[in-house]
């Protein structure tokens, strides 16, 4: 069981990465070329930024569980839309599911607090 729980946190760690790597490629395919360096940039660490204040494990204003989980599947949701506005509707699908099923996961391993 233990493996699958490690495995469980391994995979929303990814999400995590995958995320702000969406906020990042979708700024960087605005126009014109200075918006895109700007918002390529400030997007994803904005986004990191948000992250680690308030859903970081060891954050000391990590967000209680019951907001937190709403703010994390929001930003996994916006990075979702990111992907479709770059024209990958089949990857935001996809990374979708895997949200939703890791999300499911921690919940029924009792892994919120993690």
Avoid: C
Wanted: proline share 5%.
């Amino acid at each position: 069981m233990s493996t699958l729980k490690n495995s469980n946190l391994a995979v929303k760690f990814g999400l995590e990465l995958i995320a702000f790597g969406a906020f990042a490629y979708w700024g960087s395919q605005l126009h014109p070329i200075l918006v895109a360096v700007i918002v390529g940039i400030a997007a994803p660490a904005s986004a990191v930024l948000l992250w680690g204040s308030f859903a970081a494990p060891r954050s000391p204003r990590r967000l209680p569980t019951r907001l937190r989980v709403p703010f994390e599947l929001s930003v996994f949701a916006l990075a979702a839309v990111a992907l479709v506005a770059v024209g990958w509707t089949a990857i935001a699908i996809a990374f979708a599911v895997v949200v939703i099923v890791n999300a499911v996961l921690l919940a029924r391993l009792d892994q919120l607090e993690r």
